[in-house]
Each structure stands twice: as C-alpha cells, then as structure tokens.
C-alpha cells in the first residue's frame, strides 16, 4: 500500500502529514510512528500528523511525538494543517477543539483557554502552579501551564547558558509531571518580547515550539512581565501571541510545505 504524505514545518519545527480524511489508513502504531520520523531511515520529522475525519469539528488531526507517543497538541502542526487545508476550520485535536485559518503570511490559530490548576496539568500532588516550590540544578520555582499539553516555564536572565540539554530531559520525565512535560526556559526582552528556547517531551530540543510559546507567553502576562500581545523569539524564528484572561490563546507565525512524495506502509509497519 503505497501512502502519500506532505512534508511541512513550522519555524524548522517539522512534520510529515498524512491526510486520512476520506481514504482510511491502517492503525498507526508506536513502532510505525516512531520509524517514519527517524531521520536516518525513515522520512524524518519531528511530529507525525494524521488527519481524519472528526463528528465534533470540520476534522480531526492525531498528533505523533518523534519517539512514537501521541501527545494532545502541537501549536506548530495546527499552522501547517491550516496552510494544508486552505482555509479555515474548527479542528479537533486530544486537547480540545481549535480554530485555524490560513494568512498572507502563514497561518492564526486559536489554541483555546489555558489552564492552570494543578489537577489540570497535570501534577502528581497540589501546588501553586504559578510559581511551583521546585528546583532542578539553576531551574527553580517554575509556572505551569497546560495549553492543550502541560508546560513547564522557567524564567532566567540568560536562556542560552542554562544547560537544557542536562537539564530537559530530567525534568520531562519527573513522577511530579504524571503524564510527562514539555520545558521551556524563557527570558524577557522587554515587555514585547520574550526569548525561548525549548526541551519538548518526546522529541527533545527543538527549533520551535508552538505551545511552548504559547505557555510561555500566558505565563508572563499573567505575572504582568509583558503586555497582552508578545513576539515569542524561538532559535527557528517569531511567533506572535495574543491572550487576555479569560480569553482564548491567539498565535500567529508562518508556516510552509518542504516537499511530498509516498511511501510503501509495510516497509514502516
């Protein structure tokens, strides 16, 4: 069974997408996932996206960390399913229902509400989830944020000395985060800026990550660090974010497609 995909990114954030919406395909597994984005010997890509068809919203999209584990949401993915779908929809996704829609320059996406109780991140036991009693190495009393997935955000005054590297992957993996977390170290430019860098739970360091920025960004306007709308400065480019209480997470950046091609099912099955 040969299988088309599209190969797009967001910010260098990358994906293989697989349209399932009107010509099923067999079920994706943890090993098939995992095998198409190896960079060596499959396609590569950070995230597998699969689209299908949705009974809550216009369609629904699957989202496959590089490691083979399906996780809730990816900020970056929905962009580049916009630029793919052409116009816009409401998409249902593990961490609730987003809308998106293509722009001139990439794409808007309305990522919903956050949410900030502990039982909602979600945490192994109940804490302030605004600044949380906790430290790993330089890294300490942290925000967290669930944006669709659960986010972790540390502020520093240098983001590119903290050794996330080390650091990322002990934390992503902590019993305190029952289901895991992606890691965000950011800094603050000025109240219109911020500067990010990102460990992203099954994947690792990445270029950008598009609900990093948009916890990242929820997390400072509700400390009062920058104003309601942000430029999110990642190592893959700038994302801008828009949130006031109450309200859903507005982000806005570019998105694109690298190429497209097939491939047989077998070979990754």
Request: aromatic share 6%; net charge negative.
């Amino acid at each position: 069974m040969r299988v088309p995909f599209t190969k797009m990114h967001g910010l260098g954030n990358d994906f293989i997408v697989l349209d399932a919406r009107v010509d099923a395909l067999p079920p994706m597994t943890r090993h098939s996932a995992a095998t198409l984005a190896d960079r060596k010997t499959g396609i590569g890509c950070d995230q597998l996206i699969i689209l299908e068809p949705s009974s809550v919203a216009d369609f629904k999209m699957r989202i496959f960390n590089a490691d083979g584990g399906e996780v809730e949401s990816c900020g970056n993915a929905s962009r580049a399913v916009a630029l793919k779908h052409g116009q816009p929809a409401r998409v249902e996704t593990d961490g609730g229902v987003i809308d998106v829609a293509p722009t001139d320059s990439g794409a808007r996406v309305d990522m919903g509400q956050p949410r900030f109780e502990w039982q909602e991140i979600p945490l192994d036991y109940a804490m302030d989830t605004a600044a949380m009693p906790l430290a790993w190495g330089e890294l300490t009393n942290p925000a967290a944020v669930n944006v669709g997935n659960p986010h972790v955000i540390f502020f520093v005054r240098d983001t590119d000395t903290v050794p996330l590297v080390d650091l990322g992957p002990q934390i992503e993996t902590d019993a305190i985060f029952t289901e895991g977390v992606n890691v965000n170290v950011a800094t603050i430019a000025d109240r219109g800026q911020i500067l990010l860098r990102v460990w992203e739970r099954g994947v690792g360091l990445t270029r950008a990550c598009g609900t990093g920025a948009c916890a990242t960004a929820v997390a400072a306007i509700r400390a009062g660090l920058v104003d309601s709308s942000v430029q999110v400065k990642l190592p893959g480019g700038e994302l801008t974010i828009e949130w006031t209480p109450g309200s859903g997470i507005i982000m806005s950046g570019p998105a694109q497609e690298s190429f497209s091609g097939t491939f047989e099912w077998d070979d990754f099955a």
